[in-house]
């Protein structure tokens, strides 16, 4: 399969690479030291245009910045056996549809850990070429219409929520007299392993985990009535939320 990155950004420097050792990817000059850095690392070629781009590849991947996307994919020679991937957050389908018709087009919603294939990645509808791409970047989960997937994009925003509670653990490591190398590692590795046991461990509820883990008298019960007293739980759904709210056009 041939794929086609259209908007060369920062999502690009993650996604690509695992792409890359799977299919034959082609870069759009759209970022052009993105592009010329990933050419160079990954043996790449660049198009001299994005319309060089599209009539090149079976799949493409269409990540302009949101207020640019529409105009970008508009009078490109697109066809009807090709895959337009829309990485464009926040852009209904409705949106993009005639810009790139008559190509199929879906849309998904990878994150960061995509460079190391750890990324649960959103895919609407579940075509299966594009689910095929996206496998390089880490497990695929596929909503059952919009509304569900911008529900779900929420855990996308969960992402660097939990990097700020990731990061902050850290340094509460380092100021108790751990190197910072051991704190970062220390951390992450935990946060993994919490990510393995929920993903995993499917014969019990997260709460029933929960409740093992916290057995009454044990530090982590203790640690945790301190957070629960302080009610540090609350503001996540509450922020939760509110982000449904955006991504839903919701005043």
Known sequence: MRIGWLGVGHLALYCVPPLARRFRVTLSPRGASASQALAAELGLAVTADNAALVAGSDLVFLAPR?????????GLPWRSDQIVVSLVAGLPMAALAAAVAPARLCRAMPVLAARWSESPTLLLPDLPAARQALEALGPV?????????????????????????????ADSLVAGGLPPEQARLLTAQTFRAVGTV???????????????????????????????????????PEAARHIMELLGGKP
Do not use: N
């Not at 949101?66 to 508009?74: C, D, G, K, L, Y």
């Not at 709460?207 to 019960?221: E, F, H, K, M, T």
């Open 66 to 74: 949101p207020a640019h996307a529409v105009a970008a994919a508009e």
């Open 141 to 169: 989960v596929a909503p059952a219409d919009e509304a569900a997937f911008e529900t779900a994009a929420t855990a996308a925003v969960f992402y660097s929520w939990l990097m700020r509670l990731q990061s902050d653990l």
């Open 198 to 236: 929920g993903r995993e461990d499917l014969g019990q509820s997260l709460p029933d985990i929960v409740a093992a883990l916290c057995s009454p008298g044990s530090y982590s019960r203790k640690g945790l009535e301190r957070l629960e007293a302080a009610q540090a739980f609350a503001p996540w």
